[in-house]
């Protein structure tokens, strides 16, 4: 892996960063991580000898360069951020703290320390306009507060590139879903109501089409990246899977799954404002550059999520 010896994963107890460690982990890589555990749990970490765990915030700069500079990893991922956007929408003022100053100590912990970051970003800055396949050239446009802080942190990895502190890579992703998931989005929503008995489902605006990627693909996706040897010039990679599902797709996989009657129940309170119609990845610079294409989909992960959950009602039983 691009011959890396010490790999530090900022964030690395979340939902991707999670399925990222134990995927270096499970490869006998020797992993570092660090994160504050406000939301990632050290249940979704498998436990070896090539973890090492630290408890830390990305805005506690003394205790993050402390750390970077203990460890001198060779490559870091940063996945440390706010992500769920009604959280971004209804504190603002922590999610520029956490996204934005947040990445800036991240970058000043490892600059000229670090050979190789990769920082994850999202393809919701690109505009919401576009309803076609988006390359990364596609229009900047991004119109809430979380697109705003990833935007806004890309733009503090190019400049820390420029200014020669270190090499790194931009990652856009796109819808993540699977196990080990920490924010209550669509996914999570409806396996709640069905954990409560309901089959008439409730949920918000019914229109949009997403991307929805396989977590364990995107935790193969940022092993790719990490693992080329010389960077192209190009330096910013969708990570999609490059297939768009409706929300009704969505809830035909969860019939299909539970065998239950279900159906869609629209209510107000669960509508967005302003929600995107479509946002499809196009993963080919990816594919390009690496040997990654996506190897699962959607039905996958529901089937996973929806096998855990019974396994754990068992268990409890």
Known sequence: MQNSKKIAVIGGAGFIGSHLVNLLTAENKEVYLYDNFSSGKRAFLNQNDNLHITEGDILDQGKLSGFIDTVRPDLVYHLAAIHYIPQCEDNPSEAIRINIEGTQNVLNACANKVSRLIFTSTGAIYSPDIETELPEESLIDTRDVYGMTKYSGEKLVEHYMRKGRG??????????????????HLIPAILEQLEEGKVKVELGNLYPKRDYIHVQDIADGLYALGSISDLPEKRIFNLGSGTERSIQELMDYFKEETALPLEIVQVASRMRKNDRKSQLADNSYLRQITDWSPRRDVKQAIAEIWAELQENKTVNS
């Open 167 to 184: 090499e790194a890579i931009i990652v856009r992703l796109f819808n993540a879903v699977g196990l080990n998931e920490t924010n209550p």
